[in-house]
């Protein structure tokens, strides 16, 4: 069970004591998150800004055109560039910043996405964990949230453990995440009160403090499921070991 309080109380100390770094980490994932905007009005511009809705035929038109063709297969090929090969690695860096704002090894975790030996392995795989979340939202709403919940922990996972497979990132993630996607979602859905005051301060609110604190939060979250699951192993490793010696003692006898 997550300690809601003292996560977030111990993630306010952390990014505190790192605030603009942290900040930037933070500002750094959310230009990761708007790939999909940034080249969103290339094909929706228009010379006449007096011109209002165009008629049905004219739309027809439009859409039928080979500039449009061409401009909405670029718009695709940049959107989908950046958020694969530059988006992915700057949120890989960014969350592995704030995993280690904890034990303060922070440093040259922000663009660790970037390194030759990371980047096309972080870039493939979660394109990947995305692409597998995207098609199971396709099925249900319900479903592809509770997916995107079960590989929540990839990039800190990837980050932590660089030499393990791709399928066992993401099955490690789902090992992980078994029993605790609800309080996941609970713990997201306390920063519901920061959301809204984003939206209110055009998220000048979630730059300057909310963003960071709420990764800082997920950052922690992940460090206390993952260290309870590692002490669970041993203290099912040393039960089965007592197991085996107390059997071959008996057979022994």
């Known amino acids: 069970m997550l300690g809601f309080p003292k996560l977030k109380q111990q993630a306010k100390k952390l990014f505190r004591n790192k605030y603009w770094p942290a900040v930037w980490a933070g500002f750094l994932l959310v230009i990761a998150s708007c790939d999909s905007f940034l080249f969103s009005s290339s094909y929706l511009h228009t010379d006449d800004p007096n011109m209002g809705l165009p008629a049905p035929s004219e739309l027809l038109r439009t859409v039928t055109s080979s500039q449009f063709f061409y401009s909405m297969t670029f718009t695709l090929f940049v959107t989908f560039f950046f958020s694969v090969f530059i988006g992915n690695p700057i949120a890989y860096g960014a969350r592995s910043y704030f995993r280690h704002l904890k034990d303060g090894k922070t440093e040259n975790k922000l663009y660790s996405g970037f390194q030759k030996k990371n980047w096309l392995r972080v870039s493939a795989l979660l394109l990947w964990k995305d692409l597998i979340c995207f098609v199971w939202g396709l099925l249900l709403i319900v479903p592809g949230i509770m997916k995107s919940y079960e590989y929540k922990f990839v990039p800190y996972i990837l980050e932590e453990h660089p030499m393990m497979s791709s399928a066992d990132v993401l ?50 979250a992940y460090i206390e499921i993952s260290e309870a699951a590692a002490k669970q192993r041993r203290a099912d490793a040393d039960r089965n070991y007592k197991k085996n010696r107390s059997s ?6």
Do not use: C
């Open 171 to 220: 099955k490690y993630s789902s090992n992980l995440t078994k029993g605790h996607k609800m309080e996941l979602f609970k713990l997201d859905l306390s920063f519901i009160g920061w959301f809204l005051i984003q939206v209110v301060t055009f998220d000048l609110a979630g730059i300057f403090y909310a963003g960071p604190y709420f990764y800082t939060t997920q950052a922690l």
């Open 248 to 253: 071959r003692k008996k057979e022994n006898a």
